[in-house]
C-alpha cells in the first residue's frame, strides 16, 4: 500500500511570511511538495518564518500555471470562498489530493477553478489568511483520517525542546 500524497499550490503568495507558515504547516502535516506561483514570494524569500526547516525536506517549486503541475493520480481540490463550493466539514478528502489556495488579496483563476476535482470552503465569516486556511485544511485531512499518528513518542519528538510539562496521573 502506498503512502498518500499531499501537495499544496499556491497562487501568486503575497507574503513571505505566509509561505513560510505554509511551509512549517506542511512539515507538521506531512505534505510532500509544495508549488507557487508569481513572483512575489521570490522577491521577498529573505523573510522566512519556517523555524522547523521543513524547507530542507519539502520541495518549493516555482511554476509557471497551477495546470502545469503533474496529477497522476492525484485531484486537484481547490480551497476558495466560491459560489457553489462544498463546506470543509462535508467535505471527503481524496487518497492523493494537490490542494489548491488563492492569495490573500485576489482569487484561483476560473480556469483553474473549471479544472478542479472538488472546490471547497471553509465557513468562516469573513476571509482567513493563507497560512491559517492551509493549516485548516491539512489538520481538517488529518482529522477525518483512519491512521494518524499520535502518543507520547509523537509529542515528545515533535515539542519544542523547552517543552518538558507532563499531565500528572491522578
Do not use: W
Not at 13 to 18: E, I, Q
Not at 50 to 63: E, F, M, S, Y
Amino acid at each position: 500500500m502506498t503512502k498518500p500524497s499531499v501537495k499544496i499550490a499556491l497562487t501568486n503568495p503575497k507574503s513571505p511570511t505566509n509561505v513560510g507558515a505554509v511551509i512549517r504547516a506542511a512539515g507538521c502535516y506531512q505534505a510532500n511538495e509544495i508549488y507557487y506561483t508569481g513572483q512575489r514570494y521570490e522577491r521577498a524569500a529573505k523573510y522566512n518564518t519556517d523555524t522547523k526547516n521543513a524547507n530542507l525536506h519539502i520541495p518549493l517549486t516555482a511554476v509557471s500555471s497551477i495546470l502545469s503541475i503533474p496529477l497522476n493520480s492525484a485531484k486537484l481540490v481547490c480551497v476558495e470562498l466560491v459560489e457553489g463550493a462544498t463546506a470543509l466539514p462535508e467535505f471527503n478528502h481524496p487518497e492523493n489530493a494537490i490542494y489548491v489556495f488563492g492569495a490573500e488579496d485576489s482569487t484561483i483563476s476560473q480556469e483553474v477553478i473549471n479544472k478542479a476535482d472538488h472546490v471547497v470552503y471553509i465557513p468562516t465569516v469573513g476571509c482567513m489568511n493563507l497560512a491559517a486556511t492551509v493549516n485548516v485544511v491539512l489538520y481538517d485531512r488529518l482529522a477525518k483520517s483512519d491512521n494518524y499518528p499520535c502518543g507520547d513518542l509523537l509529542i515528545k519528538s515533535s515539542r519544542d525542546t523547552n517543552n518538558t510539562v507532563k499531565v500528572n496521573q491522578k
